[in-house]
């Protein structure tokens, strides 16, 4: 019984080890890419034969002859599978050998097809139409006979009987196209005679012909498909050497920039260290003389205790002492500090730098460039506000000074305001050489001792302020009852209303709504940012006002222009150039002119003040207590009239126009 299931099981598996060319057990199997085997000569011969190189199974096509390696996994299988075949039945498995002594299973023999006449000899010939196979024998009348010329004669076949029309039992010699069937005589002259047809040939040809159509179309594409895989994979490596370049481009360059902080790094602190050095000159120079006069003091000192241990009253009264004349000078500590121009300037420059590298970085890599190129709307990369004693306002801050013609002023504005600018430019030359003086008597700089003192801070300010008094004796200001000599009366101007902006109190009270009010789309009214102007314009002398703020987080004071934009992006205060303000964003209170940015220290005032002067082109604005002080000054030629301008950007943020009487 074992012999019987293992007999059944290698015949199942005769069929898996046998080439479908020779159809016989694999001899040298070798496995093409698609996943085929063949005998190695069986492939070669049929490939020799062929003009291009196609898988005999499955017509997968190669575009240059594959690499025939042999498949030692299938041929050990076939050995093994021939050695139990041959142990299994001494007889029952026919073999030959071929070339090389190799044993290969023969094919069966197909069974011969018999005389229908006899049904003993094998037939020769099978007439088409008798619908009958005839042997050497019964096939003679049809070769003899003349009766019998017309008949057709073939080679035997095997499948008549699958030839015939199952409804007229004769021969299917024709094809009707419309129904894509074999149809016979009968047949054409009854049911399908309205219908095309042609004999089973030409129909066979016209199918070859369109067969041969597509695989040419197959052929043509899988070419292209394998030329454009090519190509794919010549990019992929073009790609890879330019990845590879890039890489190298960049870290060249980022290794430059490194270098270049590293640069100015060291000569930071050397900056540094000279200052230390000659700081620690400077001292040892005084403790040296100071060393002296105690010295000489020490001297005198001895001198009169030795005249006190005099007994004789005659010697002590003929002797005498003087007294050295460093006892007229009183010693003094000089404060002297680290700070040299050079030193305050690197330290604020770097802070300045981190702050805008930081800025630019928090930016998409797409939209960087913009802020790096000169000029950019996006980004005004601020120079310190470290300048000489003596410097304007305005050029400390970075705003313009009052000599320079603001971007889109006009002509006459400028040649108007030439006279004042060369009385200025003569004032602030004599202030400058007054605060040297000043300084020198002091032996130190006043401005860069006020920068030392406040070095903590430099990581939150990004500048450092220096303190300039303005020539204007209204600027200088200090008492609340000078300043309400120039109080002015405003009101909100509600048609320039956000629809989030809500007014209050006779337009007095300004505060944001998160629900927008029923405002009526007209041109004067700002549609992007919740700010809002006063009905009142400025365009000569000067004015005052005050601000009552109901907390100082989210909000911003300032004057804008009538030209100011109301509807796109560049329509927030301090962000063109048409606008000038002072905003506080949560605790960092900022003054902003032409998208630049200046940071100021933040008392977070309850009341601010703002003078406007306009004969002199200055706005400062106050932080209002017993007192008034400065926070910011911007020096500006004006070439038109200007409005208070508010901005309220935080629900429950409100602001309210003080009533001054002057």
């Not at 005389?115 to 070769?143: G, W, Y």
């Not at 095309?196 to 199918?207: A, L």
Request: proline fraction near 5%; glycine fraction near 4%.
């Amino acid at each position: 019984m074992a012999e019987v299931t293992d007999s059944v099981a290698l015949l199942s598996l005769e069929d898996d080890l046998t080439c479908s060319i020779c159809l016989c057990p694999f001899d040298e199997p070798v496995s093409l890419n698609c996943g085929h085997s063949f005998c190695r000569r069986c492939l070669e011969e049929t490939w020799n034969s062929a003009s291009s190189y196609y898988c005999p199974h499955c017509r997968a096509h190669y575009l240059t002859k594959p690499d025939l390696k042999k498949n030692t996994v299938l041929s050990a299988v076939v050995d093994t599978f021939r050695a139990k075949a041959g142990a299994g039945s001494e007889g029952g498995m026919d073999a030959s050998f071929g070339a090389g002594g190799v044993s290969r299973t023969s094919r069966p023999e197909p069974k011969p097809i018999m005389c229908d006449m006899c049904n003993e000899a094998k037939a020769v010939k099978t007439c088409l139409t008798c619908i009958t196979s005839f042997c050497t024998e019964h096939v003679r009348p049809h070769q003899e006979n003349p009766l019998f010329r017309a008949h057709e004669l073939c080679e035997p076949l095997s499948d008549l009987a699958e030839r015939l029309c199952p409804d007229h039992g004769k021969l299917m010699e024709f094809y009707c196209a419309r129904h894509e069937r074999s149809i016979c005589s009968s047949c054409l002259q009854q049911s399908h005679k309205e219908c095309g047809f042609s004999t089973p040939n030409e129909q066979r040809m016209k199918i070859e012909s369109e067969l041969q159509d597509k695989l040419n179309i197959l052929e043509r594409k899988t070419e292209k498909n394998q030329l454009v895989i090519t190509q794919m994979r010549e990019q992929q490596a073009k790609l890879k050497e330019m990845a590879v370049m890039r890489k190298r481009a960049l870290e060249a360059e980022y290794q430059q920039i490194r270098e270049l902080l590293l640069k100015d790094e060291q000569e930071a602190i050397d900056a540094v260290e000279k200052d230390l050095e000659t700081g620690n000159s400077k001292l040892n120079t005084l403790i040296k003389k100071f060393s002296q006069n105690i010295e000489k003091m020490s001297s005198t000192r001895a001198e009169i205790n030795n005249l006190l241990a005099k007994s004789h009253s005659l010697d002590f009264l003929q002797a005498s002492v003087e007294m050295p004349s460093v006892v007229n000078f009183d010693p003094y500590s000089p404060r002297i500090n680290l700070d040299s121009k050079r030193t305050i300037a690197y330290h604020s420059n770097i802070v300045n730098l981190k702050e805008q590298i930081h800025k630019i970085l928090r930016e998409p890599v797409e939209n960087r460039i913009s802020f790096l190129k000169p000029g950019a709307g996006g980004a005004s990369v601020n120079q310190p506000n470290l300048k000489e004693p003596g410097s304007t306002l305005g050029e400390a801050s970075g705003t313009p000074s009052s000599g320079s013609q603001p971007k889109g002023a006009p002509g006459g504005a400028r040649k108007k305001s030439q006279p004042r600018d060369k009385k200025e430019n003569r004032d602030h030359k004599d202030h400058k050489a007054e605060r040297a003086n000043k300084g020198s008597n002091k032996g130190m700089n006043p401005a860069l001792s006020k920068s030392m003192d406040n070095l903590d801070n430099l990581t939150k300010r990004p500048f450092i302020a220096v303190p300039v008094d303005m020539s204007s004796a209204t600027i200088n200001a200090a008492t609340r009852s000078d300043l309400l000599k120039y109080a002015a009366t405003l009101t909100f101007d509600i048609r320039t209303a956000h629809k989030r902006v809500v007014l209050s109190e006779h337009n007095t009270k300004a505060s944001v709504s998160d629900e927008p009010s029923a405002y009526p789309d007209i041109p004067p009214r700002f549609t992007v940012c919740s700010q809002v102007l006063c009905h009142q314009s400025f365009s000569r002398g000067c004015h005052y006002w005050e601000v009552k703020l109901s907390s100082s987080n989210f909000c911003g004071l300032g004057l804008a222009y009538a030209s100011i934009d109301r509807k796109g992006p560049s329509s927030r205060l301090g962000r063109n150039a048409q606008s000038w303000c002072i905003e506080w964003f949560n605790v960092k209170l900022s003054a902003w002119h032409n998208s630049g940015e200046t940071v100021l220290a933040n008392p977070n005032p309850k009341r601010v003040g703002v003078l406007l002067d306009c004969n002199n082109g200055t706005a400062t604005f106050y932080n209002v207590q017993d007192r008034a002080y400065p926070l910011h000054t911007f020096v500006f030629p004006f070439s038109e009239a200007v409005y208070p301008a508010f901005w309220i950007f935080s629900s429950g943020s409100a602001i309210t126009l003080c009533k001054l009487s002057n």
